[in-house]
């Protein structure tokens, strides 16, 4: 099993950015696709950005040129950096990654975007 422990959310104005982050309780070297998805109120939850053990990247046209994913092998954490934030960006956001074969979950960090 692993845990994935979401942080970083919070409250920023329109145009501003934020940074999340995500560590799991294992190596990040041992798992493979990593993503961020996020559920705004009312609406399914949807995928944001992934990032595969290699490195390549994939983002959702919504966030693209505005959001980034990497990998911290160093610090050992999947990391989003959220820039020029719009209020539609506000919701939860949940780290996924799959660990031999099966899905993880954070319980999700809020964000919230003013206008």
């Known amino acids: 099993q692993v845990q994935l422990v979401e942080s970083g959310g919070g409250l920023v104005q329109a145009g501003g950015s934020l940074t999340l982050f995500c560590a799991p309780s294992?190596?990040?070297?041992?798992?493979?696709?990593m993503a961020w998805y996020r559920q705004i109120s009312g609406k399914e939850r949807e995928w944001v950005a992934s990032?595969?053990?290699?490195?390549?990247?994939n983002y959702a046209d919504s966030v693209k040129g505005r959001f980034t994913i990497w990998r911290d092998n160093a610090r050992d954490r999947l990391t989003l950096r959220m820039d020029n934030l719009k209020p539609e960006d506000t919701g939860v956001y949940y780290c996924?990654?799959?660990?031999?074969?099966?899905?993880?979950w954070g319980q999700g960090t809020q964000v919230t975007v003013s206008s």
């Open positions: 996924q990654g799959v660990y031999r074969g099966r899905d993880y």
């Open positions: 990032v595969v053990s290699g490195g390549a990247t």
């Open positions: 294992r190596s990040i070297a041992v798992i493979n696709g």
